[in-house]
């Protein structure tokens, strides 16, 4: 071991973060150090065996040396946290399938099934996303274009997109719920028209006050000048 390697040691011993390790590690690889940076990645992995980047390097370095059943064991152990990981695509698929973004979860879970084929449910809601495809009327209906509707005070308009949405998907508990939710809380329709006297009357005294603000300002202006 020559000096340098020493040092490396001494490095690695003293680093404390994992994106520190992986850095010293590419650095150790750009410098042509094989040996070095298999005995580094093997330390990392004592303290982060589910880093994915520092087994990679591992996995490449065994390959590059001709250590070929080495590096095919890390390949495995990597394809299996990847197949884990990829868990959070159907996740995703559930999301945007809940937002009537079927065109997106659908690329989601072929994402996930491209991981994980044997997925029976994964399938079942593939199917079901590419029916429900057909169904979708327009971008605007969807739950969060009703959802901003609501936040901007319009219910009866979210409310009647929400109807729009449970004809497309009748089974759905939580679209239904909303929908409810929304008709008990649409004001007849008298109250309502109040509320907008209300609104109006308030933008009046509004305009009223800034007019004379402008008016005050005015004759400053022309006092001073």
Same mark, same amino acid.
């Given at each position: ?14 680093? /404390?973060? =994992? ?26 992995? #004592? ?11 591992? /996995? #490449? ?52 099934? /491209? ?27 969807? =739950? ?48 309502? #028209? ?32």
């Amino acid at each position: 071991m020559d000096v340098s390697d020493k040092i490396y040691d001494e490095i690695m011993d003293k680093i /404390a973060t =994992p994106q520190s390790n992986l850095l010293l590690i590419k650095l150790l690889k750009d410098r042509g150090k094989a040996g070095s940076v298999i005995k580094a990645c093997l330390k990392s992995l #004592e303290f982060s065996p589910d880093d994915i980047a520092i087994r990679g390097l591992l /996995a #490449e370095t065994y390959f590059e040396q001709g250590y070929a059943g080495l590096a095919e064991s890390e390949i495995d152990n990597i394809c299996l946290k990847i197949n884990k990981l990829s868990e959070i695509y159907k996740l995703q698929a559930a999301l945007f399938k809940r937002e009537g973004r079927f065109e997106e979860a659908i690329k989601s879970l072929k994402l996930y099934s /491209a991981h994980c084929p044997d997925d029976k449910e994964a399938k079942d809601l593939l199917s079901e996303l590419n029916a429900n495809l057909g169904k979708e009327k327009s971008v605007l209906l969807t =739950p969060t274009m009703a959802e901003i509707y609501f936040k901007q005070g319009e219910i009866e308009e979210a409310a009647n997109i929400y109807k729009e949405i449970v004809k497309a998907f009748p089974d759905d508990r939580q679209y239904r719920t909303r929908l409810n939710e929304l008709e008990n809380m649409n004001e007849p329709q008298e109250v309502k #028209e109040s509320g907008k006297e209300n609104i109006k009357e308030k933008k009046l005294r509004m305009i009223g006050t800034m007019e004379k603000w402008l008016d005050v300002i005015e004759k400053r202006k022309a006092s001073s000048s």
